[in-house]
């Protein structure tokens, strides 16, 4: 079971949302091998992204954004019914631990600081992928 779950987490998408090119670039090229990546530079397009027939698996927020700050998006987003259960991982260079508190406290699954250490940032997105099978498969099973 384990197994066929490890697999369907590598077939996942994330999200990576971030207003510098750099860090989408970066990001993108860590994660693009095992996982199908979708980009945003703004909340607004990050939120269209989410609601849309085809919504990320996971998706790693920065903070700091042009338009709508990530706190606001991911408060957003897990109001809504149709983007709640998708774990959101703030990436960010805010490394106060209130900030981290803050991100926790509107709903991510988990808080990263950059710069980003590949095997620490790769080890958390396939946690939190798997815990989200795992969640998809009880709900699925609850409703058979």
Known sequence: MIRKLQYLVEQSSILVVDDTIDTLKII???????FAIKVATNGETALKIAQSNTPPDLILLDVMLPD???YEVCKILKK?????DIPVIFLTAKNEIEDEARGLG????DYIVKPVYPAILTARVKTHLLMKKMHD???????I
């Not at 993108?28 to 095992?34: A, C, P, S, T, V």
């Not at 809504?80 to 709640?84: E, L, Q, W, Y």
């Open 80 to 84: 809504n019914p149709v983007t709640a």
């Open 137 to 143: 498969l009880l709900v699925l099973h609850q409703h």
């Open 106 to 109: 509107v709903g991510a699954a």
């Open 68 to 70: 709508i700050n990530g």
């Open 28 to 34: 993108g090229e860590l994660l693009k091998k095992e």
